[in-house]
Each structure stands twice: as structure tokens, then as C-alpha cells.
């Protein structure tokens, strides 16, 4: 997952634009509040909470300030799963996301 996100999608132009296959933005930006509460990440949040559909809407640029997968690399997200190593730290961050309620 790491290399997939981290590697791949973030080497292209900050100026694609992201089609997810499915609407989970709500939800995931539930989760990244409780992880990092920055402005990027809170604006996803009244985005989301605004409109029912967010496909298409950001870039893989957005991606980078709002996805906390996207952001391993982060200080404070590194606090937050007690990891330093961007593996470890996506790992950690899938299993809180797992658990998660």
C-alpha cells in the first residue's frame, strides 16, 4: 500500500485529478481528523460533509495535504501510530483504520 500511494500515485502531477471507485471520503476523513487535525484535513471535512459525492473533486496534490496515508513522512502523524519507518507507519495506520469506530 505504501509503495502503491507513496510511490506510484504521488509521482504523478499534483494536477491529476481522483476518481475513487467508491464514495468513502466521509468516512475516511473521519478517521484522518482523529489521526492530524489540519486545515487541509478539516476542509475535506465540511467538503464532505456538504456533498454526498466527492469523486473527481481533488487531485492527487489535495491527496497529499488530506490523505494520512499519503502523509507516512509526517511528524505528527508519526506520533500519533508511534512509528518512524513510512511502512510501519502506513501498517499502523491501516490497523487503526480497521479498528476504528
Given at each position: 500500500m505504501h509503495a502503491a500511494l507513496n510511490e506510484t500515485l504521488a509521482a504523478l502531477p499534483d494536477e491529476t485529478r481522483v476518481y475513487s471507485g467508491h464514495e468513502y471520503t466521509r468516512s475516511?476523513?473521519?478517521?484522518?481528523?482523529?489521526?492530524?487535525?489540519?486545515?487541509?484535513?478539516?476542509e475535506l471535512q465540511?467538503?464532505?460533509?456538504?456533498?454526498?459525492?466527492?469523486?473527481?473533486?481533488?487531485?492527487?496534490?489535495?491527496?497529499?495535504?488530506?490523505?494520512?496515508f499519503m502523509r507516512v513522512e509526517d511528524p505528527e502523524i508519526q506520533k500519533a501510530t508511534g512509528e518512524t519507518d513510512p511502512v510501519k507507519v502506513m501498517?499502523?495506520?491501516?490497523?487503526?483504520?480497521?479498528?476504528f469506530k
Amino acid at each position: 500500500m505504501h509503495a502503491a500511494l507513496n510511490e506510484t500515485l504521488a509521482a504523478l502531477p499534483d494536477e491529476t485529478r481522483v476518481y475513487s471507485g467508491h464514495e468513502y471520503t466521509r468516512s475516511n476523513v473521519q478517521f484522518a481528523v482523529s489521526v492530524l487535525q489540519s486545515d487541509p484535513i478539516k476542509e475535506l471535512q465540511t467538503f464532505a460533509e456538504c456533498n454526498a459525492e466527492t469523486q473527481g473533486k481533488f487531485t492527487i496534490g489535495d491527496e497529499k495535504l488530506h490523505n494520512v496515508f499519503m502523509r507516512v513522512e509526517d511528524p505528527e502523524i508519526q506520533k500519533a501510530t508511534g512509528e518512524t519507518d513510512p511502512v510501519k507507519v502506513m501498517a499502523k495506520l491501516r490497523e487503526m483504520k480497521n479498528n476504528f469506530k
